[in-house]
């Protein structure tokens, strides 16, 4: 409300805008619109009349326009808020999860369930227009082991049995292709009972497609195509298509990590050969060893205070790194150590293997190749972002393929499925799955957004004989898989056809194209870090007598003090 | 595979039909493709060419092509099936749900699919196009009363604590309403832990959708035009807008139901009044007993023989009623006990009454008004089926209105809210809230299609004051109601704008539109009666260590034997 010069001018909200009421100041209505707290829901007649010309908004859908009051009702009447409904008001965390349906009314958050809502016809009508099929898969499923960790849900008519609920539809899904779907799609609400980190939720959704006689490049193609719609539809912004490519391999050697970031350059380089008898004893030693000497190039980054350097060596060390050798390049070569101890050949082998000129500053990291490149991968981001290497309105996708189908498990006692053991192995690579599994690539891809993994995806294995060689492989034995996939593998064995696909994360998606910095930001009601809602106080006890319908009781918790 | 004079004609089927495969009986081809068993998976190569004329079949989508085979690979080999996979198997409903991958093969399973899949579309298409938002509320919710029973899941991070699975996304949608969401729609999965009737699921979908600033004809209105369009796309066929609206008072007193089917007439008909002082003793001590005569008229079933009316009378009886009198209206009057006792002065009001002629059948109930009326309206129904007496092509909408806000609980100690406690009263029956709630009518509305309720709505309480007048009716305190639902109260308080909305059951409706008789039927994965899943083998048991993670013990259920 502001009252100027005899006239009183109030502005009313609704989820499309504001629009000015204006009365005489002196009026009966303006007495009464006094009264009025804000966030009162009111009613108001009047005539609809152009605003003078000096105080036309034309960035409001109703700036040129004010309603001359007649006459105001209160719908409903607003207690004292307990947070500010506007943008610049931010309650912290847990008022504002608490107060959700209040913090809703903001613009921000307001705008963030628009881009949703559009972003689901989006991708719904895509997939329909494209003769994908929508179809809804159970949330009340079996437990399956996907790694992470199953909520489950206990039986009332069958006491001591529980449904679990889905950490992804993929068995599901691949019943679908067994049944004869050709090609299906769902944003499917999935579930995961995870100790909390931040930017997790338990409950997400993910956009689930799965198609029958497809190869890789026909799951890119279409996943490509929605996603540039998609884009189109929410940003009015055009990106590049095909996405660019990379082997799982070449990630890990050039970025140092699986979800590469390819909005800036400042490559992995290894410069192993190059060091071989340096006289530098530090890396002598670590390549006798069977180690590796590895580095990144800053462009034009000599300049670094020495400070900032001493910073650059903790940030290393921080991510587990031994240390970090840097290494300025100035128009008399190398500074530092290495200009010491290196001929000036071997220092011009250094610098055109970075691509090195002067200004630029090297810097070398020594160890077991695969204990150091992935703190390099990560020194890499955070460089890139501190030293603000790249444009942040890009949107650079590629994709990732060829990983391992297996990795050793967490206590190196066995083998485990990288993504999942539905994935096929490469065909090339079937023999090695008895006689070296580590080696086998897998028919894995994932999609990766601005260095951060938004999807995964495999043609799988549709021969019985292959899907038990794999659960085999991560010693899953007969009885055992049988126990757990009983059902896929007998479907496997009546004539299910070659198919594959992908679960993309919308939430992460939405949260990049909102440019929000967690996915919280794009649930309508999300729960907190550590999986409460403080809005509805869920989760709570329940009483004694629901506990013993379901033939449960609560351990004595007690002891836990 | 059919071997004719000299060819070997093999069919090849996917999604989208058959297509047939043509080779010399006697080549090297024909001796491979008779080695294929039932749904192996082939890739086929060879030449399309138009089939000759007196084969081609305009009915399949390739009716006109065959393909003269030149090389046939087996993708994958298929085992004997345990069941057909062609519409004319039906191999029981436990064969189907194990092997439901199998089961979806046949073209029955697969066009309700594609049913669903248009449905689906056809929905947010049109919700999203009148400026719905489409907003996802969450599964992991506090458990609410809402009469029937929530599944529960229990929370690792916060031992003996539990989420429920919502029943209704009912008071998320509100919160939306007052977080300043003009309208909001969602296809929402629902979770119900009911004992098992037959058609129910434990998990179902509804069409939720909740707007703001609206009356119930605003409601109405866009419910008709989005039903329209839905079976317009399905079925294309036109139905009749607006739908009938019946008072809730009227439908009880003329169909005896709360979902009246009309497609058919024989309204349930009081004759009391032409009852009092008749003679006829059997009724007039029901009619002095403070107790109600109301009956049937079937048209032109005077000629029902002695036991068909027979049949009538057992049917009545296991309906709940004491009997039903049938008496034929012949060419002399009312033949039977009424012909002898009634003067015809008296015959002739009761046969106006009931608009019967000659060929007519009246049968009438006495009794306790409010024990006769929902018998009635069943013997109505089968009575309907019995003597088809409608086009069951035929799709008759119609909202039932202004039912009570209250009954009275099932132990008669209190009242409970009929549709659910956020409902809003009538106004100008606010003041018997506290007085004589049961007299109280609600602004709710069904929607009942041919006799079965599709979906219930309301406008509801966005006062503070009403809201807690009417958890104070149903006996819930200040304290009690904060407990369960002590932020929407809360919420309220803080500009709430009036808002109301519906739940539509889609299964059920999409049941009726593909013609099946069970949602089953429209559903990827239903659950059986008895809410297992025979694919997947869920509910089953879990492991001992994830019951201890979960603070949870089995209690020891020896004892029920």
Known sequence: MRDLGGLLFLSVRDQ????????DTTSALA???????LETVVRVSGIVQPRPAEMTNKSMLTGEIEVRAEKIEVLNRAEPLPLGVEDQYDAGEELRLKYRYLDLRRPRPLRNMILRHKALQSIRSFNADKGLLEIETPVLIKSTPEGARDYVVPSRIHQGSFYALPQSPQIYKQSLMIGGIDRYFQIARCFRDEDMRSDRQPEF?????????????????????????????LRNMEITTPFTQI???DAMNSYGSDAPDLRFNMLLTDVTEIFQNSGFKAFDSVIEAGGSVVGLCGVGKASLSRKQRAELEDLAR???LAGLLSSPVTDEGLSGILGKIFMSDRQTKLCTKFNAVEGDLLMLAAGEREKIVEPLGRIRKILGDQWDMYDNKKLIFCWVTNAPLFEKTADGSGITAVHHPFTAPVDEDLEKLSSNPLQVRSRAYDLVLNGIELATGSIRNHQRRIQEAVFKAIGMDNVESKKRFGFLLEALSYGAPPHGGIAIGFDRLLMLLAGESSIRE???FPKSNTANSPMDGSPS??????LAELGLSLKDTKKKG
Chains 1, 2 share one sequence.
């Open 205 to 233: 959704s993910q956009i689930d497609i799965e198609m029958t006689f497809v190869q890789e490049e026909d799951i890119y193609e279409h996943v490509e195509e929605m996603v540039k719609k998609l884009i189109v539809d």
């Open 318 to 320: 921080s991510e587990g």
């Open 16 to 23: 499309f805008g504001k629009t000015q009421i204006v009365t």
């Open 541 to 546: 006890p329940i009483d004694g007598q629901q």
């Open 247 to 249: 082997d799982f391999q």
């Open 522 to 524: 794009v649930i309508a």
């Open 31 to 37: 007495a009464e619109m006094k009264q009025l707290r």
